[in-house]
């Protein structure tokens, strides 16, 4: 899924409000916008979504659509070449390196599921929890078939963790979220299970 460009009047149908409004938010650097080259005003649905969710519920937030500008942030960074600098990366085949390109969605999807059960249903959490396993899991295998050791496989997996990490924040930056509870949830809940699933590669390597 591609994001999806809004011009002024779109953005303001979105949060409806007057045109005028949306452009007056815009200049004072209030909402997220971009320019054309002919000067026009242009602005990504999942950033105003994002913008509005916290500008209406103060600290309250959906994580889930968070985490979807974050993956439309890295798939702009994987196509602009940033893989092809990583040392493991060079070493693959092409059908490798097309494994390792997609391998992104399902790391994005299971983190969705799990930050949505909060902990709060054991069933969910431990659901969240195996999903991770299995991820990391395969995280190894795809590894050990390129001929990785597990350092090199770590590496790999930290690629993905750290772009995810850094584009959740780009993404709370861009949309002039507040930091603080918001923030803190995400982040909790990226670190905790992407810790599973690296933990899980690293055991996979050892019953190798």
Do not use: C
Not at 19 to 27: C, K, N, Q
Not at 160 to 186: C, H, K, M, T
């Amino acid at each position: 899924m591609t994001d999806e460009w809004l011009s002024l009047h779109e953005a303001a149908a979105l949060l409806g409000v007057h045109p005028g409004t949306v452009r007056s938010w815009a200049d004072k650097g209030q909402l997220p916008v971009y320019r054309t080259r002919g000067g026009h005003r242009r602005f990504k649905r999942a950033e105003v979504e994002l913008w509005a969710s916290t500008a209406r519920g103060g600290d309250v937030i959906d994580p889930a659509s968070v985490v979807q500008a974050a993956m439309r942030s890295i798939r702009m960074k994987i196509s602009e070449g940033q893989l092809s600098e990583e040392p493991w990366y060079a070493r693959l085949d092409e059908e490798a390196r097309k494994q390792y390109r997609e391998s992104a969605q399902p790391l994005f999807q299971g983190l969705m599921r799990y930050i949505a059960a909060g902990g709060a249903d054991p069933v969910d959490r431990a659901g969240g929890e195996a999903e991770a396993r299995a991820v990391g899991y395969e995280y190894a295998r795809r590894a050990q078939r390129s001929g990785m050791h597990a350092a090199e496989a770590a590496r790999a997996f930290l690629f993905f963790r750290d772009a995810l990490v850094n584009s959740v924040i780009e993404v709370y930056q861009v949309a002039n979220v507040p930091s603080g509870r918001a923030w803190g949830d995400v982040l909790r809940g990226v670190n905790a299970y992407t810790d599973l699933i690296l933990m899980h590669l690293l055991e996979t390597f050892e019953r190798k």
